[in-house]
């Protein structure tokens, strides 16, 4: 399974747009990167997932580049709500071992 | 999406004694895990069960210590035995969603059983 390094933790305030960028150098050609959110006191939840260039939900977007050696997950104009832990992984979607294997995540602070 | 509850949400243990935490979905799935997060830190993956198997444990795991049942598609127990301090974390268990569930290969975790061994 690749490896994920992204930083320990961030600071924002309300309405500002928060990009977190995760790299994996070692990511094989099987392997989607999907990202993760956790509020206290609750399990992850899924946000996002792509392969490769971009994906929007009504949640984030996720900007993948050519190489796939690093992802940016962009939160558009966060609010206190968004203050949580978010984690990236990377791993193949399809069959074999499908347990995910977390990072430390990125502990976002969100300020007024 | 999978609603997953777990049964007890938190609980305080005496040292030496053992706790069994109940895993509860509502859909009929292949594959469910159990994970142990200490606090403030990331998820830790402690077992894989699938119904009508044993369960696949990770290093540091052993099943003596952490019993795993799997009786049916919906329902799994994680027993944490002979417990210490240092047992106590927040475990949660989590099931893969694909197919009918999620158009991606996610998984949906429980709220977590918030553990405290004295």
């Known amino acids: 399974l690749a490896k994920t390094t992204q930083p320990i933790s961030m600071d924002s305030y309300e309405g500002q747009e928060v990009n977190i960028t995760c790299s994996h150098n070692n990511i094989a050609t099987n392997d989607y990167i999907t990202w993760y959110q956790q509020f206290p006191s609750q399990g992850p939840r899924f946000i996002i997932q792509g392969y490769k260039t971009k994906v929007t939900n009504e949640v984030a977007s996720l900007f993948i580049p050519a190489d796939r050696k690093s992802s940016t997950l962009s939160l558009p104009r966060v609010s206190l709500s968004d203050t949580a832990v978010y984690y990236c992984l990377v791993g193949d979607r399809g069959g074999g071992r499908r347990a995910l294997t977390f990072g430390s995540g990125t502990r976002l602070q969100v300020q007024p | ?118």
């Open chain 2, 1 to 118: 999406s999978a609603v997953i509850s777990q049964k007890p949400s938190r609980d305080i243990c005496q040292r030496g004694t053992s706790l069994t935490i109940q895993c509860q979905v509502d859909s009929q799935v292949t594959m469910m895990f159990w994970y142990r997060q200490q606090p403030g830190q990331s998820l830790t993956l402690i077992a894989t069960a699938n119904q009508g198997s044993e369960a696949t444990y990770e290093s540091g795991f052993v099943i003596d210590k952490f019993p795993i049942s799997r009786p049916n598609l919906t329902f799994s127990t994680l027993t944490v035995s002979n417990m210490s301090p240092e047992d106590s974390s927040i475990y949660l268990c989590s099931v893969e969603a694909s197919g009918l569930l999620s158009s991606y290969n996610e998984q949906f975790f429980g709220p977590g059983t918030r553990l405290t061994v004295l």
